[in-house]
Every structure is written in structure tokens, then in C-alpha cells.
């Protein structure tokens, strides 16, 4: 593993890779005293930036159909990145990242594509994501500036991947508070978002369980966005900005982990958004500008 850089107070340590798509190499909260896993830790033989804890998604979040990306009446062709044929969680975790601000309980990441070769994107731009610590808080803030001389539509995410089992704990219940989400095909939204599927349904908290679930959630409630769960042991609730307007949940069976990622835009939103479907999340991003927002994880253990 690259080298780690931490950042730590009473209750939060959390450790980076800025070398590896500017990801967590760990999350860890202190439950009794002792330093406890609660995101999926990296492995210290790790050669991929999807393996790592969590990494930025950044100008966009989730998948563009096929990488042709459509906005105002053009098309651009962007790079397939993954198996199926799509390109995926932007274009920023594919390369090192620096850091820009430090200190014992905040750390600022930037990466900027100007200048680089290869970046599956076709204007150029720059992100600083920072993290900070603040007694039970964590909070992430994603920001993205246009640095190209043309306006361009944009989005941004996170992907974090929590453990099933903290301080060997049962599994963990999760509760969302949001009214809708989409019908995906191949992981990609085919229309306006609307019923929540039972298997993804989790307006009301219950245990995560075995089921396979790969959903896109929006029409948020409120500023609280999600609260987890492990019984007898620790509760992290999640508060977001209201542009952060999606929500991703990923369960996969049989495994240690499962995925909950505060973004903007829906999955496939180009192409949404091209189409004429409202509600896709992206923004519009004149030269120079920036946009920013931020969600705060409060950890409460249980004992």
C-alpha cells in the first residue's frame, strides 16, 4: 500500500491514499476505548482504487451508458472503464491526487486534470474534497471547479463501503429517509424516478440482510438522510446537503461489506438529462465557477 496519511480526534481516525485516486485507506471510530473498523479497511496489497474504503466520484457519480455522454445536442465519447461497457464514477480516481491542506483533524485532496493526459473527461477542471473532524462528526465536502473555457454539466459523489460487522457485531439495520428511486437497467436508470422497490425499501430501519440490492434512491425528506444501525454497538447517522439530491445503496450478498453513497446525480444522468427527464441531479458549471457540498457522519457508539 502507498503511504497512508491520518487524520484523527477523541472519536474518528481516518487514514488517506492521495497517490490512489485521493481514497480512504480506513475509517475507524473508538468504540470502548479501542480503535474499531467501520468502513471496509484497504488491503495492504492493493492495486485498485475500487478496493480501497472509499473514493471520490467526481465530475460525475455512477455509470454513462456505453461513455457516450450527451449535453445540449452533442455527444462526446468517453472511455469505457468498466466491464459492462460504461464509463464509471468519474474521472479523478484514476489518477494521484495531492494534498493541498493539512492539519490533525482536516485534510484537504485536490486533483486537477489540466495539463494530464488520458482523463476520461472532456473539459478540464479541478476537485478538492476535504475532510474534517469535529468530536462525533465527519464530515466530507466535495467541491469541482470548471477550468475550461466552456460551460460543462457536472456531478460529484462518494462511495463508501461499511463493514456487516463492527466489533463483531450483528448485522446492521439502515433506515433512508427518501420518497423515490429509480427503475435501473444494467445499473442505469431507464426513466423519472418513482416506487421504491420492496428489496430497496428501507424507509423504515431494518436489517440490511442478504438480498442483492443496487438502487438509486431520491426525493429526499429532510436534511437527515440516513441512519445505521449495529445493535449494541455503535450508530452512524448521516446528514446531507440538499445537492446532494441522490443517494446510491449497495448490498451484495455474501460479503463482508455493503455500500452507501451520498451524490448528486442519478445514475446515467447525461443521458437523463438529454432526454428531457427532470430531476437527474446534474448541475451547470460556467468557466470559473465552483460548486460545493458537503454530508456529516455523527458516530454515537452504543456502549
Known amino acids: 500500500m502507498t503511504d497512508t496519511v491520518t487524520i484523527e480526534n477523541e472519536r474518528w481516525r481516518i487514514g488517506f491514499l492521495p497517490q490512489m485516486g485521493g481514497s480512504l485507506a480506513f475509517g475507524q471510530v473508538r468504540i470502548d476505548g479501542e480503535w474499531v473498523d467501520v468502513l471496509r479497511p484497504t488491503p495492504d496489497d492493493v492495486e485498485i482504487t475500487n478496493h480501497t474504503a472509499s473514493y471520490p466520484l467526481v465530475p460525475w457519480s455512477n455509470r454513462i451508458r456505453n461513455g457516450l455522454l450527451r449535453f445540449s445536442g452533442r455527444e462526446y465519447q468517453l472511455r469505457p472503464n ?25 485534510i484537504t485532496l485536490e ?50 463501503y461499511l463493514l456487516r460487522s463492527v466489533a463483531g457485531s450483528a448485522d446492521p439495520h439502515l433506515q433512508v429517509n427518501v420518497e423515490k428511486a429509480y427503475d435501473l437497467e444494467e445499473c442505469m436508470a431507464t426513466g423519472p424516478a418513482g416506487e421504491i422497490r420492496p428489496a430497496a425499501d428501507f424507509r423504515e430501519s431494518r436489517e440490511i440482510g442478504q438480498t442483492f440490492v443496487d438502487d ?30 441522490h443517494a446510491v445503496l449497495y448490498i451484495p450478498p455474501g460479503r463482508d461489506y455493503f455500500a452507501f453513497e451520498p451524490v448528486s446525480n442519478a445514475n446515467d444522468a447525461f443521458n437523463l438529462d438529454e432526454d428531457g427527464v427532470a430531476g437527474a441531479g446534474l448541475f451547470l458549471l460556467q468557466p470559473g465557477e465552483t460548486r460545493t457540498a458537503s454530508f456529516t457522519i455523527a458516530a454515537t457508539p452504543q456502549r
Open 111 to 160: 486533483f486537477s486534470s489540466t495539463g494530464l493526459y488520458g482523463v476520461n473527461w472532456p473539459w478540464e477542471f479541478t476537485a478538492r474534497f476535504t475532510y474534517a473532524l469535529d468530536g462525533d462528526d465527519f464530515t466530507w465536502t466535495y467541491s469541482v471547479t470548471n477550468d475550461a473555457h466552456e460551460t460543462f454539466p457536472a456531478g460529484f459523489g462518494h462511495h463508501p
Open 216 to 245: 438509486c434512491f431520491t426525493g429526499r425528506t429532510g436534511e437527515d438522510l440516513a441512519t445505521i444501525t449495529w445493535p449494541d454497538t455503535l450508530t452512524l447517522n448521516f446528514t446531507a446537503d440538499a445537492a446532494l439530491e
Open 82 to 106: 468498466w466491464p459492462d461497457g460504461t464509463a464509471i464514477h468519474g474521472a479523478a480516481w484514476e489518477f494521484p491526487w495531492a494534498v493541498a491542506d493539512r492539519s490533525e483533524t482536516h
